[in-house]
């Protein structure tokens, strides 16, 4: 069973309780374990579904929050989203990673803190939630969690700093670009990445997540 | 504006009216007339958020109603759904055809009956009922178009017959298989084609579409 801790924190938190929590302990039961335990189901199909969950509550988000965007850009803003580590973080921020159902093997092998694992479990969470409670749950949950980073200009297709800075600094020839994480407090979270070039001290950055940590060092490189 | 014969068809025929009659007409605007005509709004972000619309209606069905496929089956006959050229199709089945704003070069190059362009303008057309009336306008709409070719096996991926004749076929080298269209009644609609192995002709085929017509006549081909 899905931790009562878990349970409570996603109803004071997050102001979510299931209805039927046979969902919410498919969202959370992995092949491995499924296979193991007779009668279980695994969260693939709920995964399915909550692919194209978050892939309409971001489209809808985006649609209605940044007027301005075109259509290209608005594609690109969805991919950068969706296609992102990002899901992992946000997983791990609600606690999904205690929570998940492993089979031995698995679990062994350290699936349980793997970024596509956590990935899966997100869209499935989002699946579950979806079917018990409809997608007005769904968007509720985005906007304590991914909608906040989107405002940050986190996924802001049009300021990729970090492309930009290897743009120009390989315009004369190979040049060893390295982000290195020096600081993280995953309860917040907050990351702090160092950007080396050819293993000199460039700058560093921080953020929510790695990614935005490293764009706030690869912007300020520019800066400089 | 959208005519009033369309709208009446619409009204009648699927039960849809319009709260903001500015969203059916945008959802029908193409990028060539809004450039000619200051002040049109095109279809295109209302396209970015249709595909979005559609990919969960889509999978929300084939969730709810084959719970026996697993998530690979599911995700399979999702992509021959959405990626097919069907919505074209579907497209003309409404009527969409006629009422689609081109710019001038546009229209004399015949865009008009363009598959791709008719796609677009389906996934325009359910973003656009989408913000004016919610997922479930969106359901009750694809119930009467795309849902019920969704349960005559159009899409299902498991019975492929096109793709198991085409392999049986070639297992002794090179032969030329060819569909063609035969007979066609665009207001059902129904289509007859007929397959040629090298050519001679094999078997035929009718359905509700190309695709549908051709499965069928590779599936007689398979069986003789």
Redesign the interface.
Known sequence: MVSVAFKKNLKEKYGIEFNNEDLLERAFTHSSYANEHHGKHNY??L???G???L??A???YL?RNYPKL??GQ??RM?SNIVRTEGFSEFAKEVGFQNEIYLGNGEEKSGARNRKTLLEDVFEAFNGALFLDQG?SAVQRFLKQTVYPLIDEGDFDASRDYKTELQEKLQINGAIDIKYEVIAEDESVPTFTVQLLVNNQKVATGTGRNKKAAEQQAAAKALKK
Do not use: W
Request: charged share 40%.
């Open positions: 693939e199909k995964e399915f579904l692919d194209a969950v892939e309409l971001i489209s809808d649609y075109n259509e608005l594609t969805r997608m």
